[in-house]
């Protein structure tokens, strides 16, 4: 696995090195002593979350929990293809504020961590895309919050506009700090 800095703190984008054969491919997608000799985060997942989007331009997110609630995440497309966005809400981060976005998909299996105090969202650019999070908290229902996709705080650069979106993802306030 190589790992690849982004412009936010702690949020890491993980390529990995498949090993080809006769057979096909294995490649190594979470290792935590690999984890802790790149100097990452502690990152210990504890629950496994599917996300199934059978239509492009399927918007979801931005969300988040704040501590004592707040959720590491590592996101992987398992088929399909998404542009995947951390936006870094740590008040006391270098990047507070800012956000990164990287495409992600099932071939090249690539991975975006997302570490707690972030928002998270994604849009799919492929139908029939689906989402594989490994998750550092187990989710606590309620505890949540999200930023609109489309707030002026933060301008997001979104490679098109969205197709769907649950009513609660398009209709978050405006962001206030």
């Not at 054969?21 to 490649?27: K, Q, V």
């Not at 299996?109 to 707690?116: D, K, Q, S, Y």
Request: glycine letters at 8%; proline letters at 9%.
């Amino acid at each position: 696995m190589r790992f690849l800095p982004t412009a936010l703190a702690d949020v890491v984008r993980i390529e990995t090195e498949p090993h080809h054969d006769a057979r096909g491919l294995f490649a190594r997608l979470f290792c935590p002593r690999a984890w802790e000799a790149a100097g990452l985060p502690h990152f210990a997942p504890v629950q496994m979350n599917l996300s199934r989007n059978p239509t492009a331009l399927t918007l979801r997110g931005l969300h988040l929990q704040d501590p004592p609630y707040a959720e590491a995440k590592l996101v992987r497309v398992t088929r399909g293809r998404i542009f995947d966005v951390a936006l870094d809400l740590r008040t006391e981060s270098p990047s507070f504020r800012c956000w990164t976005g990287v495409e992600l998909d099932a071939v090249g299996m690539g991975a975006l961590f997302i570490p707690e105090g972030c928002a998270h969202g994604f849009l799919t650019l492929e139908p029939d895309t689906d989402v594989l999070y490994l998750m550092g908290r187990l989710h606590v229902p309620g505890q949540g919050r999200g930023v609109r996709w489309n707030d002026p705080a933060f301008d997001i650069d979104w490679p098109h506009r969205p197709a769907v979106i649950d009513a609660r993802d398009a209709s978050w306030p405006d962001w206030s700090a």
